[in-house]
């Protein structure tokens, strides 16, 4: 692609990310919003994003944090999370390291975040999901439980959790990958193999024969929630 080309899918991209943040109010004028980002070039996309679009958002602050999953020192996650932080302090944005105690059990990665959040006193925390993850669920979700099962990605979770980029596809998002980081490797965060197999053989074969079934996958996803958000819905699962 053309350098004019970049630009073009970047613009349009930018405005969209921007449009659906504001419609879905993933957040207010004057929040303090964190980027979440295990070095994969998605989610330091959405920091560029957020960096890019910080005045038209009337962001107050935006900061970068990366959660170790492994506690050594000798861990390529270390290094990762070392050269997340030296970029973002490049953008003159903050930058917040954890590394969870050695001594504890599982590592749960969102509980971690929310918690450096509510420390740190921001409003949101802005996950780098992009409409192919949306689709990567959906299809995990009918092959492990049917229809029943589907929930997708949603835009916002509680705790402050917001997916400002649901609306762009893997392609749209990885237009706002800084220089500096192309070309470096998936990063440290922790996906589940099934996941990473559709995402890297289903996916892109339903697409061949279905041109925007992604589109439509994110679709499947949202009327589901939307049905459990219903009072039938409720009344039905036993919510009263």
């Known amino acids: 692609m053309s350098d004019r080309g970049a630009q073009g899918l970047r613009g349009a991209a930018h405005e969209r990310a921007v449009a659906f943040t504001q419609a879905r ?3 207010r004028p004057g929040d303090k919003v964190l980027v979440a980002t295990g070095g994969g070039a998605r989610s330091l996309a959405l920091m560029n994003f957020l960096y890019s679009a910080r005045d038209e958002l009337d962001l107050s602050e935006l900061a970068v944090a990366a959660v170790e999953p492994h506690t050594s020192e000798e861990s390529d996650a270390a290094e990762v999370v070392a050269d997340v932080g030296r ?20 590592i749960d990665v969102q509980s971690e975040l929310g918690l450096l959040a ?64 192309v070309g470096w490797g998936p990063g ?53």
């Open 87 to 106: 970029l973002a302090r490049s953008f003159g944005i903050d930058f917040y390291a954890v590394r969870p105690s050695p001594t504890r059990g599982r």
């Open 25 to 27: 109010r993933l957040v």
């Open 118 to 181: 509510l420390e740190k006193g921001f409003h949101r925390v802005a996950l780098g999901n992009t409409r192919d993850d949306d689709a990567v669920r959906v299809l995990c979700e009918l092959a492990r439980g049917g229809i029943a099962a589907v929930r997708g990605l949603a835009p916002r979770l509680r705790g402050g959790f917001v997916r400002p980029f649901l609306v762009l596809s893997d392609a749209e998002a990885m237009a706002f990958t800084p220089g500096e980081a």
């Open 188 to 240: 440290v965060c922790v996906v589940a193999p099934e996941e990473e197999a559709v995402r890297r053989e289903v996916l892109p074969r339903l697409r061949a024969h279905f041109p925007g079934v992604e589109m439509m996958l994110q679709e499947t996803g949202r009327r589901a929630r939307a049905r459990r958000r219903s009072p039938r819905a409720k009344r039905a699962l036993g919510g009263g």
